[in-house]
């Protein structure tokens, strides 16, 4: 066991008593002798499909040429829908001049058989057809394709991002952008380019005008230059409601979210009306967004479909005139009647394309928002791997602060915070046990937070085998420490994949024999399907101690040579917490051991106990060592003794553990 001041000062003391204590880990077994493998990361499984493009990570671009790799992967489905959609339209144009030279060869001159004509018109009907049918088919693949891409990759890029990232930012604004957001892209980057492709048969189409008559055609086109205008100023109108419109969802998504996540609280409180309020108003302001889209829609739509009308309305004035004074067939305008049909289909899609294209902008820089957001706690160029831990770990004037990393619009604001541990110095010799205690807030949780590197320090270092954590992978030193907390989260799988989260390929064996050691194989046996039992949401099926014996287990397979307890069993009962120290004991066993704890009882017998105070150890030995001093924590501890055997006192407040008022600083 290392000396107190080995505690207080992280000095290296002499190692030869404990430096085989956790070496054995790999090999550890049960208390019914039953061995467990060692704990090796696992990589993704085979059967995960990545997505085959990124978002291309220059946010100097637009956001389409951003997407564009996307796109770029699946083009063959791309391409092969644009084309057999330019081959179906085209097809189709083909129609209009079939019905010209029918009129005039078959039925006004009759020196071509009608039926040559209306052959030809049943072929390439059936043609377009086929080329239709294959192109929606290319086109809806592309489309989930592109969907199924964006939506892994930023779960891909979420699974990177650090822990301070998700104390800013609301879960409800991620599930708004990997879900609507997406979609919106998803749809623009689809449908736009066979949009794009109707556009393109319209020139085909006026070219087919041009070669009937060359004055009607410009006529017809008269009033392009106005559509063109309108669909500028309507794009510029709707952005900035579009993205409002995004952002709104997204609150309404973040209110669901929480209340959903926090029902017991709110039935609790009996504020189910309150929180209808709460999400009445948010849906009342996505409904303003949506009013006001709308309204522009409506004021901007009519006139680009219809200004086309006015094209129509002067082929027939100009080209009836032409019709009677013999210089136009008859065919020739009926014809152009068709084309300009034809060329109305753009122009009608042209509105929703603005639309479309702004909502999409809109949820794509929403999308980019998170994506351009950079992990803080990352692995350096030279990291190695964490092997064969000793479980040796040392803290050397650590000092840490909340809140010091960058923030992003989707951000939680939040102020700085002051430092949370300062000059820290802590010596855990390999299977040692040692215990953290003082008052909410002096930086307990902190030390083991830092020590997993769920955050980086901010000054100091972090030791874990002589090595800085900071150059070693993340995933070979988070595979070396195994974490129970005090709520700890269970997945709404079976009991069986809750236990085996860590090491998914454990076998049944090794899954029952981590149970028992826990304590938890009794009550699991006696559910209805047993390890098959499915646990509802987050586990509130289970009482708290069946939750966290289940969590000690997952600890237990998982087989880490240090072990983090940060209130392990604050929130149970009597009878639960002596079951699960009994299966912490079974944890703790030949394992370096952080233990964070309120209850004083339950740490009796560290190795070494430290009073952590304002992020300093104010004082450190055994538990009679520190009694026999008679300060902070025999204070504490007596205090918990008087309140456990419930002495008589006039506020029933004072039930409630803490450190007495002397110890707390002001």
Not at 8 to 31: F, I, L, R
Not at 32 to 61: C, E, F, H, Q, W
Not at 266 to 294: C, H, M, N, P
Request: proline share 4%; with cysteine.
């Amino acid at each position: 066991m290392s000396t107190t001041e080995d505690q207080v000062t992280g000095m290296p003391a002499d190692d030869d008593e404990t430096s085989g204590a956790a070496s054995g880990a790999a090999t550890q077994t049960t208390a019914r002798g039953l061995p467990l493998a060692a704990y090796v990361p696992m990589g993704i499984t085979s059967n995960y499909k990545r997505p085959k493009a990124t978002v291309d990570p220059d946010s100097s671009k637009t956001w389409l040429r951003r997407a564009f790799p996307i796109v770029a992967a699946h083009k063959r489905s791309f391409f092969t829908a644009i084309i057999l959609s330019f081959v179906g339209l085209v097809l189709q144009v083909q129609i209009p001049d079939l019905l010209n030279h029918a009129i005039d060869n078959s039925l006004v001159r009759h020196t071509v058989p009608l039926h040559f004509y209306v052959d030809w018109v049943i072929a390439l009907g059936l043609i377009g057809g086929v080329a239709g049918y294959l192109s929606r088919t290319s086109l809806y693949k592309m489309a989930y394709a592109i969907e199924f891409d964006l939506r892994n990759g930023i779960y891909e890029h979420l699974t990177r991002m650090s822990f301070p990232f998700y104390d800013r930012v609301q879960s409800g604004q991620l599930i708004s952008r990997a879900n609507s957001d997406i979609r919106s892209v998803q749809m623009y980057l689809t449908f736009a380019p066979l949009i794009l492709v109707q556009c393109s048969i319209a020139l085909v189409a006026f070219g087919y005008m041009l070669s009937i008559n060359v004055e009607l055609a410009f006529i017809a086109m008269v009033t392009m230059p106005f559509i063109f205008w309108s669909g500028m100023r309507m794009r510029k109108v709707l952005f900035p409601v579009s993205w409002l419109i995004q952002s709104r969802l997204a609150e309404v998504a973040t209110v669901v979210d929480e209340n959903v996540n926090g029902v017991r609280v709110v039935k609790s409180f009996a504020a189910e009306e309150q929180q209808l309020r709460q999400l009445a108003t948010a849906a009342d302001r996505v409904q303003w967004g949506y009013i006001k889209d709308a309204d522009l829609r409506a004021r901007f739509s009519p006139v680009i479909q219809n200004l086309s009308q006015v094209g129509l309305a002067l082929v027939l004035l100009f080209g009836g005139y032409m019709v009677i004074h013999g210089t136009l067939g008859f065919g020739a305008i009926l014809a152009f009647n068709a084309y300009l049909l034809m060329m109305q289909a753009p122009f009608m899609m042209l509105g929703m394309l603005i639309m479309m294209g702004q909502r999409a902008s809109a949820s794509a820089e929403r999308i980019y928002e998170i994506l351009d957001e950079q992990p803080t706690v990352v692995d350096r160029p030279e990291a190695v791997d964490l092997t064969d831990s000793r479980g040796d770990v040392r803290f050397e004037n650590v000092r840490f602060a909340y809140g010091t990393e960058s923030r992003v619009a989707l951000s939680v604001e939040d102020g700085g915070n002051p430092d949370v541990l300062s000059d820290f110095n802590l010596h855990l010799r390999s299977g040692e046990t040692v215990a953290l205690v003082g008052r909410t807030g002096s930086g307990k949780s902190t030390v083991a937070r830092v020590l997993a590197r769920f955050y980086d320090v901010t000054g100091g270092a972090v030791y874990v085998d002589d090595h800085d954590v900071r150059d070693l992978t993340l995933t070979s030193l988070r595979a070396n420490i195994g974490v129970v907390l005090d709520e700890p989260f269970l997945f709404s799988v079976s009991i069986r994949d809750n236990i085996a989260y860590g090491r998914p390929d454990a076998k049944k064996e090794e899954v029952e024999a981590a149970a028992q050691a826990a304590g938890a194989d009794g009550f699991i046996r006696h559910l209805p399907a047993g390890y098959d039992t499915v646990v509802g949401e987050r586990g509130y099926t289970l009482s708290g101690g069946q939750r966290q014996r289940i969590a000690i287990a997952r600890a237990l397979v998982k087989n880490a040579p240090i072990i983090l307890l940060d209130e392990a069993t604050a929130a149970l009962d009597s009878e639960s917490e002596r079951h699960v120290q009994e299966a912490i004991a079974e944890l703790c066993r030949g394992r370096t051991t952080l233990v964070i704890a309120h209850r004083l009882a339950t740490i009796t017998h560290a190795d070494c106990i430290l009073v952590v105070e304002s992020g300093l150890v104010v004082e450190s030995g055994r538990h009679e060592e520190l009694l026999r001093k008679g300060g902070r924590y025999a204070s504490f501890y007596r205090l918990q003794l008087r309140e456990q055997r419930g002495p008589e006192r006039e506020d029933d407040s004072e039930s409630v553990v803490r450190f007495p008022s002397s110890v707390v600083r002001p």
